[in-house]
C-alpha cells in the first residue's frame, strides 16, 4: 500500500513570496491533515479535511496561509506572502477517520521550507 | 484543555540499555486514544502504537512496550535492549473521540550510543 506522498521535499524562498505544498493521502483515507512543525517542537495543527470539508482550521493564519481538498482526494496548501517564521517542516497526515473513533494518522515525508 | 507533557527533553543512552520515555496527559473527556510516534533523522513521523481509555492493559510488541495507567494520566514508553537505529524523536499524542485531532507532546530526543 502507497503510503502519504508530498511534494516538494525541500522549499527555499524569499520573505513575501509565495509557495504551495502538495498532499497526496493513502487511498481510501477520508481525513487528511497539514502541520506545522517547527525544529524542536511538535507537530501543530493546521488545519484538518474530513473527505472535501473543513473539519478544524482554527490555528491556520487565514490571512496568509489557504488549503484545499478537492475531490475529497489530493490537497494543496499555500502560504501568500510567507514570512520568515514560517520556515518549519508541513508535514501532511491521513487516516481513515470513520465516526466516533480516533485512529493512527499516517505522515508523508515532509516538506522543509526555508524563509530568507 | 487537552495538554500532553513529556518531561524529558533528551535521553542518551548506551547500547542494550534499556530506556523509559515517560508521557503524562490531561484530557476531561472520559473517552480519548493515546498514540506513540517515532520521528527518525528522516522526519517522517512513524506510527508505533494506539490505546483507548478504555484499555489498560500493558503492550509488548518486541523490544517495545508500554504502560499505560489511568490513575496516574500517564502512557508510558519502554524500550528494551536499545540500539543505535533507535535514535530518534518520540512523540506521545492524546485524541479526543470524534474529532480525530492530535494533541502532540515537545517530544523526547532519545540518543543510543554504540
Known amino acids: 500500500e502507497a503510503g502519504v506522498a508530498q511534494s516538494p521535499r525541500y522549499k527555499i524562498i524569499e520573505k513575501r513570496q509565495s509557495v504551495a505544498f502538495w498532499c497526496n493521502p493513502i487511498?481510501?483515507?477520508?481525513?487528511l491533515y497539514w502541520y506545522q512543525q517547527i525544529l524542536g517542537q511538535g507537530p501543530k495543527l493546521l488545519i484538518q479535511?474530513?473527505?472535501?470539508?473543513?473539519?478544524?482550521d482554527s490555528q491556520l493564519p487565514k490571512d496568509r496561509f489557504s488549503a484545499e481538498r478537492l475531490k475529497g482526494v489530493d490537497s494543496t496548501l499555500k502560504i501568500q506572502p510567507a514570512k520568515l517564521e514560517d520556515s518549519a517542516v508541513y508535514l501532511c497526515?491521513?487516516?481513515?477517520?470513520?465516526?466516533?473513533?480516533?485512529?493512527?494518522?499516517?505522515f508523508g515525508p515532509g516538506t522543509r521550507l526555508t524563509v530568507t | 484543555a487537552q495538554k500532553v507533557t513529556q518531561a524529558q527533553t533528551e535521553i542518551s543512552v548506551v547500547e542494550k540499555e534499556d530506556v523509559t520515555l515517560d508521557c503524562v496527559y490531561e484530557?476531561?473527556?472520559?473517552?480519548?486514544?493515546l498514540f506513540w510516534y517515532k520521528q527518525p533523522p528522516s522526519g517522517e513521523l512513524v506510527f508505533l502504537i494506539r490505546?483507548?481509555?478504555?484499555?489498560?492493559q500493558n503492550e509488548i510488541s518486541g523490544r517495545y512496550s508500554w504502560n499505560f495507567q489511568k490513575s496516574t494520566s500517564s502512557f508510558n514508553f519502554t524500550i528494551t535492549a536499545s540500539q543505535v537505529v533507535d535514535s530518534a524523536v518520540y512523540f506521545c499524542?492524546?485524541?479526543?473521540?470524534?474529532?480525530?485531532?492530535?494533541?502532540f507532546g515537545t517530544g523526547t530526543r532519545l540518543k543510543v550510543l554504540a
Open positions: 497526515a491521513s487516516s481513515v477517520g470513520r465516526q466516533g473513533k480516533s485512529y493512527e494518522q499516517y
Open positions: 487511498s481510501g483515507h477520508a481525513t
Open positions: 479535511f474530513q473527505n472535501n470539508g473543513v473539519v478544524d
Open positions: 484530557t476531561r473527556d472520559t473517552t480519548y486514544y
Open positions: 490505546r483507548n481509555s478504555f484499555d489498560e
Open positions: 499524542a492524546l485524541s479526543e473521540v470524534g474529532t480525530y485531532k492530535y494533541i
